[in-house]
């Protein structure tokens, strides 16, 4: 019953995509930055400085992969950076250290799954707007978060959980990996999978879909709840890397993750987008503040890049859909 | 406290009332049970979303609670200037005998305090200050540029000579650009020292970090690093053990618990520079004295001084002891 809707979304075949006007533009951008870090710095082209990128970007980057999944069934996840600090906070209170790394790392993921949960039947069941629903959450998290670490940072002592973020594997980071695997699975899924086809139909019509057989509702939960693991997963990156689980991490990683979904040529009303161009957006994002650093401009001129390459990147995705 | 001294404690305690009358605390005690007087003093500061933030209310709770005849009225968890201008306005409503403002921003809360006063609530300003003298009693408060002018000089008499590394809060505040203006200045006595990069992280451990680690890509040899706040420094330490750096010694900025435990530890932190949160405990022993109507007992002035600015001290392995009890 489901079989033409799933079908009118399956994704062209992928040399097609990779040559849309929209990702042309999107790789220039790319391999632009790349070519202009590298004439400016001699260090922008080292070994050490492409795996301080790569690093940096794994926490936005696993977040992103989520708010893909989000943003594609027409959605919004604005609770996320909440989400990372709540879950980080939880995860390194005296209690939770006592338990051993294991126990932080599932309480971590654990936490974020259950607020996406929240965040899932609110908008399936409760009726909320994502924007909303996911916004009161955002505002509710960081309260709780706060109060639990009473303000200040707490220091993990696990000295294995630590490891999480710092250990090299082959010569790179973890968490790069841990960043590769969350971005490979994703692929699968939304690419070759029922449940991708689902996401991306029901993005792209939600009554249809649901006349085609969807079960929409139970679909967006489950959205939500991936969600909500991806920055769970992002939490445990990030506490382990900052050895310390506060609740004044992860401020605006929601609009990190939006913007580089967007610029990512990803549609923010929903049914039409790639993991692929989100990925980039990430790392586009990441490169930026990297170049700026090495060249030590100071951060009004990075957010005045920041905000001219997202308008430049939309402008763009507007001229590729009015031109098919 | 171990059991022993609580004991001992006790034991001098006893000792004490029982000469009671040449003990100070006994006099002022029996004074209180004279006068019989209250003060209320009204305490309104940010949420506590920082490390720093949180230290000054807890630190202003305890410090009322030493006093018997102090009550503390505290509204918290305001996270906006309208939010925090209501909660004051509640405090007026409510009478209390002294007001303690730590605002959002001096300039927004200046008209509700400058209110205040005219009904005849004396406001202690508490560090960020009112655009406007009309609209506080006494301010107390850290310095910034002092701060700056601690760290650069610290730096400049253990390095004369090397490059060095400034990693500031937030650009958009002008309590940043002082910390930085304090620390140029600093560093112009010190020719054979190079600022090789600044930038700004923002105050949170996670921007900390990521911005240490591009600055560290770029700088191969560094001698040593101040960082403007130890809550964001969670974060450049991070990123300074991941990349396996230690050719720089680094220095802090408020004087967090933490940044006091790596400094005798013998860590990468070899210096903190204080703005300390126990500016809030001297708050409200000010707004006490001025709802007793005293002055400072160790100046001959019969009131309250008008301005009190904080000495930004810096906290060394040699004197770490001293200060451990205001790290927050």
Known sequence: ???????????????????????????????????????????????????????????????????????????????????????????TTPGAQGLGWLAMTAICTGVAALVGLLNGVLIAYGRMVPFIATLAMLVAA????????????????????????SALVLGVPLPVWVFAAVVVVGWIVLNRTTF????????????????????????????????????????????????????????????????AVIIGGTRLSGGRGTLAGSIVGVLIFTLISNIFVLENLPSDIQSIAKGVIIVAAVLLQGRSASSK | MKRAELVQAAAVAAAGAAFAGTSTLAVTQAAFAQSGKKINIGFSAPGANHGWLAAITKNAKAQAAKYPDVELALTEGNSTSAEQIGQIETLINRKVDVLVILPQEGQALTAVATKAMRAGIPVVNLDRIFSSPLAYRTWIGGDNYGMGVSAGNYIGQTLKAGKVVEIAGLDSLELTKQRSAGFADALKGYPGITLVARQAADFTPDTGERVMANVLQAQPHIDAVWNHDDDQGIGVEAAIRNAHRSEFFMVGGAGSKHAMDVIRAGGIIKATVLYSPSMSASAVNLARLIGLGRGLSETVEKAVPSSITLYSAVVTKENVARYADVGF
């Open chain 1, 196 to 259: 991708g086809r689902r996401t991306i139909a029901i993005g792209g019509n939600a009554e249809a879909s649901r006349l085609a057989g969807i079960n929409v509702a139970r679909q967006t939960l489950v959205l939500y709840v991936i969600s909500g693991v991806c920055a769970g997963i992002a939490g445990v990156l990030l506490t382990a890397r900052l050895t310390s689980g506060s609740n004044d991490v992860g401020n605006l990683y929601e609009l990190d993750a939006i913007a």
């Open chain 1, 142 to 165: 960081r309260g709780l978060a706060q109060h639990i670490s009473g303000g200040v940072p707490q220091t993990v002592n696990d000295a294995t959980f630590n490891t999480i973020g």
């Open chain 1, 1 to 91: 019953m489901s079989r033409p809707i799933v079908a009118a979304a399956a994704p062209p075949p992928l040399r097609k995509r990779l040559f849309a006007a929209h990702n042309i533009g999107l790789l220039a951008a790319f391999a632009a930055i790349i070519v202009a870090g590298s004439l400016l710095s001699p260090y922008f082209l080292t070994a050490s400085n492409v795996l301080t990128i790569l690093t940096s970007a794994s926490v936005i980057g696993v977040i992103s992969v989520g708010m893909t999944f989000i943003i594609l069934a027409g959605g919004i996840d604005l609770s996320v950076g909440a989400i990372v600090a709540l879950a980080g906070v939880c995860a």
